[in-house]
């Protein structure tokens, strides 16, 4: 009996310091997950694709977009091509980009001269590759 009332006398204040407490912080109301951010950097892309003009430079798209996600140049005969994606979407939800997720801007020369899903631009130079 008394060593039960013995262990009950330790174990009762230890149990109750073990309870816990939870402190959570605002941070005025900025959300700073990953998850978070990338929803917001997609949507940030979106809005700024949309008012893209064919014809806008390489360098003014870049200086408006930022840092493309994926990026590609090559020549095509006397041309340069250059891509840039950048991401607009989430299909997987494995926290990586891929190019499916992504808006292509495709740059012949430093001009812009098409726009659209990066899963679509793969799919159009494998059939030109053929």
Do not use: W
Request: proline fraction near 1%; glycine fraction near 8%.
């Amino acid at each position: 009996m008394k060593k039960s009332i013995l262990a009950l006398l330790i174990a009762a204040p230890l149990a109750m310091t073990l309870s816990g407490c939870v402190i959570k912080i605002n941070d005025d109301g900025i959300d700073h997950g990953f998850v978070s951010d990338s929803k917001d950097r997609a949507y940030n892309n979106r809005k700024k694709i949309a008012n893209v003009q064919l014809g806008a430079s390489f360098m003014d798209m870049q200086a408006n977009l930022g840092v493309a996600d994926f990026s590609e140049t090559y020549t095509d005969g006397d041309d340069t091509v250059r891509v840039l994606y950048y991401r607009t979407q989430r299909k997987h939800k494995d926290g990586l980009t891929t190019k499916d997720e992504c808006t292509f801007l495709q740059f012949i020369n430093g001009k812009l001269v098409e726009t659209g899903n990066g899963g679509d631009f793969l799919k159009t130079q494998q059939v030109k590759a053929n």
